[in-house]
């Protein structure tokens, strides 16, 4: 059984994907052992909670530093002795402390074709910038912001007509696919890593 931790800011929608295909076996022999938050009113906590699974609201006003904060949270996920953490709309950037610790096994989806549109409005970026393809990256997570192997990317075509509500309406539609099927490939040892190319065994 391996142990999953799903750090989010916010909604959640992409934890309750992973819930899910926990729930109906499309992930097997795993649990989310641990959610953590670093905002008190994140709905990804109702969630947990409504679900049964332990969970963590750690605010980074009681900390001083980043490091400090991150120390925390890594003495928490390996208490929950987590085997992989699963980034989920988690609004923090990660110290150098927990990549080490957490070496490739920290992954985070990001909402478009990377390395294009990097940073916290990706959905927005590439619809303002005019792109005709975006979509949704599944990557390893190293010291640089969005810039880690990547493991799965999927395209979601912009039309003429698409605001961005519309676009991210289907790129979080997409998202809650990849994310369960990155998910399942690393659990599995399907994913190996060569430099930063990701070959997936299949
Ligand atoms: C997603 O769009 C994800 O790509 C980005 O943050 C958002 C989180 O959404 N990193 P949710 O909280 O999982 O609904």
């Known amino acids: 059984m391996k142990n999953i931790a799903v750090l989010a800011s916010g909604y959640g929608s992409n934890l309750q994907a992973i819930i899910n295909a926990i729930k109906n076996k ?15 009113d994140a709905y990804a906590l109702v969630r947990a909670k409504k679900h049964s699974i332990p969970f963590l609201y750690i605010n980074p ?14 003495k928490e996920l390996q208490k929950h002795k987590i085997d992989l953490v699963v980034l989920a709309g988690f609004m923090r ?13 920290i992954i985070n989806i990001h909402p478009a074709l990377l390395p294009a549109f990097k940073g916290t409005d990706g959905i927005g970026d590439a619809l303002s910038y005019g792109v005709k393809v975006t979509g949704v990256t599944v990557h390893f997570v190293d010291e640089k912001m969005d810039n880690g192997a990547i493991i799965l990317q999927s395209a979601v075509l912009i039309k003429e007509t698409d ?5 991210a309406k289907k ?9 369960p099927r990155a998910i399942k490939l690393i659990l599995e040892g399907k994913i190996r890593l060569c430099g930063r190319k990701v070959k997936v065994m299949l």
Do not use: G, Q, W
């Not at 900390?63 to 890594?74: A, N």
């Not at 605001?163 to 676009?167: A, F, R």
């Open 61 to 74: 006003e009681d900390y001083k530093y980043r490091t400090s904060y991150d120390c925390e949270v890594v």
């Open 171 to 179: 790129i979080h539609k997409l998202e809650h696919k990849l994310f």
């Open 26 to 40: 499309k992930i097997k022999n795993a649990k989310i052992a641990l959610v953590i938050s670093d905002r008190a």
């Open 93 to 105: 950037i990660i110290s150098p402390c927990f990549i080490r610790a957490y070496h490739n096994k």
């Open 163 to 167: 605001t961005k509500e519309s676009l």
